[in-house]
């Protein structure tokens, strides 16, 4: 399987091609040299008139050799070692790299998120958490952010129980205040990215690395979530996964409560103390055994060209369900996730995690 990663990375590198595109690719195809060649065929039905831009054989022969220079590994979803709880989300990455415990990614995790900002209270709550998590076996999951994050890492770290979800590439240090921290869970812990080996993050990685927390866990503990905070995305990520939900509460009259409190409002666990989380949560039996992901996806890619003009004028710059579309154009999900692989690899729409799509904006 060695043998096909670096065609299997070209392919997860080459513009417009994300995570659902990927997989519904190489089912399609059955390799990835194939879908390299079909690629621009099926970039060419979605509208796209210029050549996209796929990575030589050098330039991904050099990021393995790269990564694997710093100690790490890149795992593909085609990888027995490749999280199994991740490889179960429908938008799952295609390819990961990873430093560290990679045995941790089998198994079972609870991602601790919150905020940046976070109080001396909220920071301790964390800490407490997680180290119960991590004593009753548990991987604690984070973002390695400042406030909560680090909290929940430097908790679970006294068991060396945590996987870290970075944004940026396994080699660079983001924050920068927490290169101490991310050295020392590449140490006991592990890190994990969908990111290029020296990507430095930007805004537009962190829903990436949002996902892939959701991903790993089972559920998803907020801790002083403002609205409309990175962590709140993470919750509903860990929702549409069928993951639980799990929020501590807090004072009405702090502002970093208000998304946390609101989702307990809606239903989520009501969380004080790490019983509270053991009590709900599915504990798994898992064998770290390979099931391919994509067996499901094998179908036609044969369809009338008008079905391309019903689906495409159904898209705006809201995020909508695939389920949504399909019901809207009376077309099975299978059909419309093609249009949508044209599409997005011609550069006119993105399937977003959570089974979503949405119309990019015109060039």
Same mark, same amino acid.
């Given at each position: 399987?060695?043998?096909?990663?670096?065609?299997?990375?070209?392919?997860?590198?080459?513009?417009?091609?994300?995570?659902?595109?990927?997989?519904?690719?190489?089912?399609?195809?059955?390799?990835?040299?194939?879908?390299?060649?079909?690629? *621009?065929? +099926?970039?060419?039905?979605?509208?796209?008139?210029?050549?996209?831009?796929?990575?030589?054989?050098?330039?991904?022969?050099?990021?393995? #050799? #790269?990564?694997?220079?710093?100690?790490?590994?890149?795992?593909?979803?085609?990888?027995?070692?490749?999280?199994?709880?991740?490889?179960?989300?429908?938008?799952?990455?295609?390819?990961?790299?990873?430093?560290?415990?990679?045995?941790?990614?089998?198994? &079972?995790?609870?991602?601790?998120?919150?905020?940046?900002?976070?109080?001396?209270?909220?920071?301790?709550?964390?800490?407490?958490?997680?180290?119960?998590?991590?004593?009753?076996?548990?991987?604690?999951?984070?973002?390695?952010?400042?406030?909560?994050?680090?909290?929940?890492?430097?908790?679970?770290?006294?068991?060396?129980? !945590?996987?870290?979800?970075?944004? $940026?590439? /396994?080699?660079?240090?983001?924050?920068? &205040?927490?290169?101490?921290?991310?050295?020392?869970?590449?140490?006991?812990?592990?890190?994990?990215?969908?990111?290029?080996?020296?990507?430095?993050?930007?805004?537009?990685? +962190?829903?990436?690395?949002?996902?892939?927390?959701?991903?790993?866990?089972?559920?998803?503990?907020?801790?002083?979530?403002?609205?409309?905070?990175?962590?709140?995305?993470?919750?509903?990520?860990?929702?549409?996964?069928?993951?639980?939900? +799990?929020?501590?509460? $807090?004072?009405?009259?702090?502002?970093?409560? !208000?998304?946390?409190?609101?989702?307990?409002?809606?239903?989520?666990? /009501?969380?004080?103390? !790490?019983?509270?989380?053991?009590?709900?949560? *599915?504990?798994?039996?898992?064998?770290?055994?390979?099931?391919?992901?994509? #067996?499901?996806?094998?179908?036609?890619?044969?369809?009338?060209?008008?079905?391309?003009? !019903?689906?495409?004028?159904?898209?705006?710059?809201?995020?909508?369900?695939?389920?949504?579309?399909?019901?809207?154009?009376? +077309?099975?999900?299978?059909?419309?996730?093609?249009?949508?692989?044209?599409?997005?690899?011609?550069?006119?729409?993105?399937?977003?995690?959570? $089974?979503?799509?949405?119309?990019?904006?015109?060039?």
């Amino acid at each position: 399987m060695r043998t096909e990663l670096p065609a299997l990375l070209r392919l997860a590198r080459t513009e417009n091609v994300g995570p659902v595109t990927w997989r519904r690719l190489m089912a399609h195809t059955g390799s990835a040299e194939t879908a390299l060649e079909a690629v *621009p065929e +099926f970039a060419r039905r979605g509208g796209r008139k210029t050549s996209l831009r796929v990575p030589s054989l050098a330039e991904t022969e050099g990021e393995i #050799a #790269a990564v694997e220079a710093l100690g790490g590994r890149i795992l593909t979803l085609r990888d027995p070692e490749y999280p199994p709880l991740l490889a179960e989300i429908p938008d799952s990455p295609p390819v990961i790299s990873v430093l560290g415990n990679v045995s941790l990614l089998a198994q &079972d995790g609870v991602a601790i998120v919150g905020a940046r900002n976070a109080s001396a209270a909220g920071m301790r709550i964390a800490e407490s958490l997680a180290t119960g998590l991590a004593d009753a076996e548990l991987v604690v999951v984070s973002g390695l952010a400042r406030g909560i994050d680090g909290a929940a890492h430097r908790g679970a770290l006294f068991c060396g129980r !945590t996987a870290a979800a970075i944004a $940026g590439g /396994l080699d660079v240090v983001y924050p920068p &205040d927490h290169a101490a921290l991310q050295a020392e869970i590449a140490e006991k812990g592990v890190l994990v990215t969908e990111a290029p080996f020296g990507t430095q993050p930007q805004a537009r990685h +962190f829903p990436r690395r949002n996902r892939l927390i959701a991903g790993l866990s089972l559920g998803c503990v907020v801790i002083e979530a403002a609205v409309r905070s990175g962590s709140l995305i993470t919750a509903d990520l860990a929702d549409r996964y069928s993951r639980m939900v +799990f929020a501590v509460p $807090g004072s009405p009259l702090d502002p970093r409560n !208000t998304g946390s409190n609101g989702l307990l409002k809606k239903g989520s666990v /009501l969380t004080e103390t !790490t019983e509270d989380i053991l009590s709900f949560l *599915p504990r798994r039996s898992r064998n770290t055994g390979f099931s391919e992901p994509v #067996a499901a996806w094998n179908d036609s890619w044969s369809f009338p060209d008008h079905v391309r003009d !019903t689906v495409l004028p159904l898209l705006s710059f809201t995020p909508v369900a695939v389920d949504d579309l399909a019901r809207r154009c009376h +077309f099975s999900v299978s059909v419309v996730l093609c249009v949508l692989t044209e599409l997005e690899l011609a550069g006119r729409a993105y399937i977003l995690p959570g $089974g979503r799509a949405v119309r990019a904006p015109d060039p």
